[in-house]
Antibody
């Protein structure tokens, strides 16, 4: 059974960088059949997929166009985790951020409420 | 991007009655490799992450009660709760995983 545990700050100042990590148990971040996603949810934008990373003999990344210039998703095989970095934050980035595993997203982290405010 | 449109936005159903939620995709989500539609249904309760109920349009996840069923193909899909229970009060979302970006419907709130 795959379990995902998120960590990271809940309050970030405007223009700063959000960094979240997602620890994986029950699967490997470098599995050849898995994909590791970041998704956020806000009242104004609903559920919004941000991007993913996956390994198929090499690492691949896909990002949403809306955040492509500001986002980096990386895997850390030594810690069996993956991370999200989102730069140049504005109040519009305030949301609950989730990590999620799989192609049909069967596994989710607990969520982190991130507030962008000075 | 594939746009997912759900209807209705909300519905109230009596205990034991049927609830039906519709989802329409702006283009086909048929995955040719397995001839299945890349369409999932999620249930979300307050303060919790979404929970996957159904994948491939009609395949129920392990542990999901059989009163939940998914149907449809092509661009039109339906989630049916055959006999609503109190614990089914939640917001339900459809989602396509056929192409990037993954996209979700706007949600349907189900109440008693």
């Amino acid at each position: 059974q795959v379990q995902l545990q998120q960590s990271g700050p809940g309050l970030v100042k405007p223009s700063q960088t959000l960094s979240l990590t997602c620890d994986i148990s029950g699967d490997s971040v470098s599995s050849n059949s898995a994909a590791w996603n970041w998704i956020r949810q806000s009242p104004s934008r609903g559920l919004e997929w941000l991007g993913r990373t996956y390994y198929r003999s090499k690492w691949y990344n896909d990002y949403a166009v809306s955040v492509k210039s500001r986002i980096t998703i990386k895997a850390d095989t030594s810690k069996n985790q993956f991370s999200l970095q989102l730069n140049s934050l504005t109040p519009e980035d305030t949301a609950v951020y989730y990590c999620a595993g799989g192609w049909a997203l069967p596994n989710w982290g607990q969520g982190t409420l991130v507030t962008v405010s000075s | 991007d594939i746009v997912m449109t759900q209807s209705p936005d909300s519905l109230a159903v009596s205990l034991g009655e049927r609830a039906t939620i519709n989802c329409k995709s702006s283009q086909s989500v048929l995955y040719s490799s397995n001839n299945k539609d890349s369409l999932a249904w999620f249930q979300q309760k307050p303060g919790q992450p979404p929970k996957l109920l159904i994948s491939w349009a009609s395949s129920r996840e392990s542990g999901v009660p059989d009163r939940f069923s998914g149907s449809g193909s092509g661009t039109d899909f339906t989630l049916t709760i055959s006999s609503l229970q109190a614990e089914d009060v939640a917001v339900y979302y459809c989602q396509q995983y056929y192409s990037i970006p993954l996209t979700f419907g706007g949600g349907t709130k189900v109440d008693i």
